[in-house]
Structure formats: C-alpha cells, structure tokens
C-alpha cells in the first residue's frame, strides 16, 4: 500500500509564505533531490555534508544565477519526510523565490499538492495520522492553550493512547478467535471474564477519549458566544469592553445593532468567537426585524450564551428561546446606576461597561460554565478533533456490542470477534495504521499455533 521510496516523485514547493520578507524557504523531497540540487547548484549539493548548511548560488536552464542562499541536505531516512531532502533558503522577494522554484522544476522536480511533505512523512512511519494532524493544529493555534493542545499531538500522546487501547483489544480478539479456531483447546473458564474486563477497559479508554470532544472543537474553533438580551441594555457595550476597543457602534437609541458581528477574543486561554445581535423586541421595521430572526438563528448556534439586561430596570419576564444546548450566563449591565430591587434573587454576573466593572466575575463564570480550567492542560493532556470523534463513536458502539455478546457466556464468540474486529479497525484508524497483519502476529507469537 505504501509507495516505495523508488517509485516516488521528487517533489518542489515554497515553504514560506508567498509575500516579501528577509528571507524565504523553498524546499525539496523525494529520491532525486540530490541530484537535481546539484544541477541548479553546479554540483554542490552531492558535495555537502547532510546536517550542514552551505552557501551556493541557484542557476537556471540558460546558466543565470537566480538567487544565492543556504543550502542544506538531508539523507533519507535521517529527514522530515524520511527521504532525501535539500532546503534553500533565499532571498524574500515574490519573483526571486518563484524563480528559484522554477529552477528546480525545471530540473526535474515536480510541484507539490497540499500536505505532501507532512503526508510522505506519514507513508515513511515518520509521523502518524495524529500527529500530521498536529502539525496543521499548530500552525493554525490561535491562543497559547490551542498551541499546547497542539503539541501535545504532535509529540505522539493521542496516537500513542489510541495504539495502546488498540493493542489491548489486539490481544483479546487473539484470545478470543483462537478460542473459535481451536474449540478443542479448552480455555479455563475464567477466560470470559477476564476477555469482558479487557474490552471493558478499552471502552473506558475510548469514553474518556470522547470526551475532551468539546474541548478539542473550542482550542480549534472557538466557544460561539452570543451576545443577546433587549434593545438598548448594553449589548454592543460589553462587546466592545471585552474586545478592548470601540467595535460595534452604541448609542442610546433603542435598535442600534442591526446586522451581526463577530469578533475573536482570548480568554485566558479560551477562544470565544463573540457575537453581537440587534436586541429582541417587537421590530420597527423590516430591516431591524430580519436582525432579530438573525439573532435567533444566532442563539440556536451558539455554545455559550451571554444574556444581558439592565440592572436599573425593573426586571423583564424571562425571555423565550429556541431549543439550545449552549450554556447561558445572565449579566446585570449599568450596575452604576443601581440594582433595582426585583433583581435581588437573580443569579447573575454584576457587570458595569460604563465602570469597567465585573470583568473577573464574568470571566469566571464563563470558564466554569463550559468547565475550561488551563491548569487541566499539562503536556499530556489530548483533545480530539472531529475525524478522531467519529472514529471512537464507531469504537464504542462496537465494544459495546461485543461486551453484550460476551456477557451472554460467550455464545456467540464469532459475532463478538466481528463487533472487536470492527473496533479494532475504528480504533486503527486515529493513527492511520489499520492493517490486520498484526493481528495475525499476535496469535502465532502467543498461541503457538504449531503445536
Ligand atoms: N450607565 C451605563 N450606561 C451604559 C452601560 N453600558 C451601556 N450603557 C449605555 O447604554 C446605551 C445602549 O448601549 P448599547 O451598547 O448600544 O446597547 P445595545 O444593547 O447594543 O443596544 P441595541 O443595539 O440597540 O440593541 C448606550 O447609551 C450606552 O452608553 C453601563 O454599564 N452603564
Ligand atoms: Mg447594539
């Protein structure tokens, strides 16, 4: 399935971002990287010692220097992608870095697709599927927590957890299709048990994986926080406050916010995608009215929903909402003015845009709302992104089949077997290895079939 390293391509692109800067990067993977770094280079890159970095000018087709940089060389598999590589650091500039490019295309490289580089280091058992994930994690972390997440990946632990329960569950399929193979070699009735106990160990190895589900999806996307509450409370004020500059347009006129807007900001860690709506009241005209069926839509998407209200005024009924899932914080704005009395009961976050006043309060009850706590993330912490969480549900419900099948004194070990089969395969495929060789590995190795 893998491609020999032989029958690979030599692959070319620019691996700075295409813009002028100090210096760029273009870079090279696959069997002829040498030899086609030595024709730009005149023979300089055969010469070069891998791990060393030397000075070489890059020519083109008709022999004109194009550009002069560092050159270093790499020899598989002691590379990124675990083959032979050259790099060529070169000036900045847009047309000089294409020209370098054009250079090695024209020497027998070919363009690379999207994720070449990271995919060929995957095929070379460089890096597994999780960790080709965690490299694009990383570069595209938008807060320190996002980050650290991110390199938790890349360093392996998901993938290795996941290998892990896999391996276990490789063990118990061995067990138990040997038993199926060979009825005839009475296995000791404590066998079942001790089968259920591993499977059940892997399907809480599997659920606890499931759930960093959400904290995975708010390092990557974001929490979508809705900002929503009556006209005129204060709504694009706390927008505004939070973000730390004037946004969103206030005024005292009632239905200001017309249209939706978005911003980013970093709680302590915590992406929130914040959402300004125009407040919800009886529309005065269509254009404010199509603003509150987009707040609605708005609220029905939202994680985490920041109600505001004015803590001056007496206190409104409370107001209707689509079905949601998100969490919601109510928050007492204008507390400057003073808390009318009909508030006393109301569990809120006291908050005053107009003092500066609540920030720390809200920030709290934001982290504890969506149970967010930074000092959960150390090294090993995993937070598993979207293709991981679909792979683990297809587990579960496997391992969960295959657990009832077993309860039932092991009478239909060959449908069991199926369902782990399954599982196995799910589980395999987080770390992008799913292959059944192993398996049959593992019953020679430990049932010595041969005797
Ligand atoms: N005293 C006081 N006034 C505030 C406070 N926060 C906002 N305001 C004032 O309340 C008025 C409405 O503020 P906005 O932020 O525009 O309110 P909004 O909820 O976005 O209003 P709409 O977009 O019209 O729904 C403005 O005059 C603000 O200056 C506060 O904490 N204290
Ligand atoms: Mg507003």
């Known amino acids: 399935m893998h491609p020999t390293q032989e029958a690979r391509t030599t692959i070319a692109a620019i691996a700075s971002p295409m813009g002028t800067g100090a210096i760029s990067l273009i870079r090279l993977s696959g069997p002829d990287s040498i030899p086609i770094a030595d024709r730009v280079t005149r023979g300089k890159a055969s010469a070069q010692l891998p791990g060393t970095l030397r000075h070489c000018k890059v020519y083109n087709l008709d022999g ?31 047309l000089v870095t294409k020209s370098v490019l054009d250079a090695f295309l024209s020497a027998g490289a070919v363009s690379a697709g999207p994720g070449e580089f990271t995919q060929r280091a995957f095929l070379s058992g460089k890096l597994d599927l999780t960790q080709a994930e965690g490299v694009m994690d990383l570069i595209s972390a938008q807060t320190q927590l996002a980050l650290r997440a991110a390199r938790s990946q890349l360093e392996g632990h998901l993938g290795r957890r996941t290998t892990e329960a896999r391996d276990q569950l490789l063990e118990s399929l061995a067990h138990l299709e040997a038993w199926i193979d060979f009825p005839e070699e009475d296995i000791d009735p404590q066998t ?26 708010v390092l990557r996307e974001g929490v979508r926080t809705v900002i929503f509450g009556e006209p005129n409370v204060g709504k694009s004020s706390l927008l505004n406050r939070l973000l730390g500059f004037e946004r969103a347009i206030v005024s005292d006129v009632a239905g200001t916010t017309r249209d939706t807007i978005e911003e980013t900001i970093n709680l302590h860690g915590l992406p929130l995608r914040l959402v300004d709506t125009a407040g919800v009241r009886e529309a005065g005209d269509r254009i404010e009215a199509e603003g509150i069926q987009r707040t609605v839509r708005q609220i029905e998407h939202a994680d985490l929903l920041l109600e505001v209200a004015d803590a001056s005024q007496p206190r409104p009924p409370a107001a209707v909402l689509p079905a949601t899932r998100a969490h919601r914080i109510l928050i007492l704005n204008k507390t400057d003015l003073g808390e ?10 006291r908050f005053s845009c107009l003092a500066g006043d609540g920030f720390e309060s809200l920030s709290e009850a934001i982290r504890t709302a969506l149970q967010f706590n930074e000092m959960d993330w150390g090294e090993q912490a995993v937070a598993i992104n979207s293709r991981h969480q679909a792979s683990l549900q297809n587990a579960r419900t496997h391992l969960t089949a295959a657990l009832e099948l077993l309860e039932d004194s092991l009478a239909d070990p060959e449908l069991a077997a199926i369902d782990l089969r399954e599982a196995l395969d799910a589980l395999g495929e987080i770390p992008g290895r799913v292959d059944t060789e192993d398996l049959l590995d593992v019953i020679f190795s430990r049932f010595c079939i041969g005797k």
């Open 340 to 349: 009318h009395p009909s508030w006393s009961t109301a569990e809120a976050v």
């Open 192 to 217: 079942g048990a001790l089968l259920r106990s591993h499977v059940a160990a892997v399907l809480s190895t599997v659920n606890s994986l499931l759930a960093t589900a959400d904290q995975g999806r």
């Open 64 to 94: 004109h220097a194009v550009d002069d940089g560092l050159l270093s060389v790499f020899r598989a598999p002691r590379s990124f992608t675990g083959e032979d590589g050259i790099e060529f650091t070169g000036h900045g500039g847009m």
